[in-house]
């Protein structure tokens, strides 16, 4: 649960989706990044050290860049966490369903 509040937070900023967003595609470096955002280099590192905390992300050094991609293991965490929801919800949709075909049946 601690794990979801960290990346829920994190991913609650406008800023730190589209930044999340942006390495869907793969790994970018901050200068990549930041092309186009409406907020400064230092700020997308500051963002992008956000979403590695929540465990989001993972970087690694480039020469002298740091490159930024998702970290699967911490967006299966997440994931796994909003399963829960969706497996919970199916499986009272399909309760409602059945009462409601019993009910027609009488």
Same mark, same amino acid.
């Given at each position: 649960? %601690? &794990?979801a509040n960290a990346a829920l937070t994190a991913l609650g900023d406008p800023t730190r989706r589209e930044i999340f967003e942006r390495l869907a595609s793969? =790994? *970018? @470096? $901050?200068?990549?990044? /930041?092309h186009?955002? =409406?907020? @400064?280099? =230092? %700020?997308? @590192? #500051?963002?992008?050290?956000r979403l590695k905390e929540a465990g989001l992300v993972t970087d690694h050094a480039e020469g002298n860049r *740091? $490159? &930024?991609?998702?970290d699967p293991a911490g967006l299966g965490a997440?994931? #796994?966490w909003l399963d *829960?929801?969706?497996?919970? %919800?199916? /499986? /009272?949709?399909? /309760?409602? %369903?059945? !009462?409601?075909?019993?009910? !027609? #049946? *009488?």
């Open positions: 649960m %601690a &794990y793969g =790994p *970018r @470096s $901050v200068g990549e990044i /930041a186009d955002l =409406p907020v @400064s280099r =230092p %700020a997308v @590192s #500051q963002h992008l050290l *740091r $490159v &930024y991609r998702i997440l994931r #796994q *829960r929801f969706w497996d919970d %919800a199916l /499986a /009272a949709f399909k /309760a409602e %369903a059945e !009462k409601e075909t019993e009910e !027609k #049946q *009488r």
